[in-house]
């Protein structure tokens, strides 16, 4: 195992060498077992369920965690909306590694991957507030965000019932999305 992963022109450790849990970016091998680890929680109400066909299409958005038996262990996407904004979604940690800081250093990753793309604000709708501050995310306004953010609602079968909470992370203020003032 090499000690590194690279992500474009970022290299990063990667996750607790020690436990033997390699951090990767996925591959089509690995869609069931993501499927599964999303609909895990998904059942308890805490992500929404990701269908296969999602998955297939946007599994270069995808991060994996794999242990030393091939278990992928926890996932994590960073899904580009539009020039300033990118979602950090399909974040799961296998229920038997949770408080490992198995999610923290995927959400990193996802987070490197952002700045080394150049854009300006990453953001997340959560169940999992406290989770996302401790990585320095606040919690922000529907208001506050741009409109491509909600992109996905209208074909969520929660669109009615939104439990879930904006959080976002600014990685550069001058350019990230800034809502515009009325005025003439
Ligand atoms: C939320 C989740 C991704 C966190 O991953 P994790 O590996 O268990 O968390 P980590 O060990 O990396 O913890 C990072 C920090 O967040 C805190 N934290 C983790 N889960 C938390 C939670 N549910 N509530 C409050 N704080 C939490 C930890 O205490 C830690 O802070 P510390 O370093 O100051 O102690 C994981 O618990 C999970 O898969 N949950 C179910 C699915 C889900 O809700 N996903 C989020 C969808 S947006």
């Known amino acids: 195992m090499s000690d590194l992963i690279e992500l474009g022109t970022t290299l990063l450790p990667k996750v607790r060498r020690e436990a033997n849990v390699e951090l990767r970016k996925a591959r089509i091998k690995d869609v069931e077992q993501i499927y599964q680890l999303i609909k ?42 539009w020039h300033d904004i990118a979602e950090v979604r399909g974040l799961a940690i296998h229920p038997e590694r949770q408080g490992q800081g198995l999610g923290r250093w995927i959400a990193l990753a996802a987070e490197r991957e952002a700045k080394d793309l150049g854009i300006p604000q990453i953001f997340a709708w959560t169940l999992q507030v406290r989770f996302f501050t401790s990585l320095g995310y606040h919690v922000t306004t529907r208001e506050a965000l741009p409109p491509k953010v909600y992109a996905e609602c209208s074909a969520c079968p929660f669109y009615d019932n939104c439990r879930e909470i904006g959080v976002t992370k600014i990685l550069s203020p001058e350019e990230a999305y800034k809502r515009p003032t009325a005025g003439f």
């Open 40 to 81: 895990y929680w998904a059942e308890r109400g805490l992500m929404l369920v990701r269908s296969h066909n999602h998955l297939y299409e946007n599994l270069r958005d995808f991060f994996v965690l794999e242990d030393e038996d091939g278990h992928i262990v926890g996932s994590g996407a960073l899904h580009i909306l």
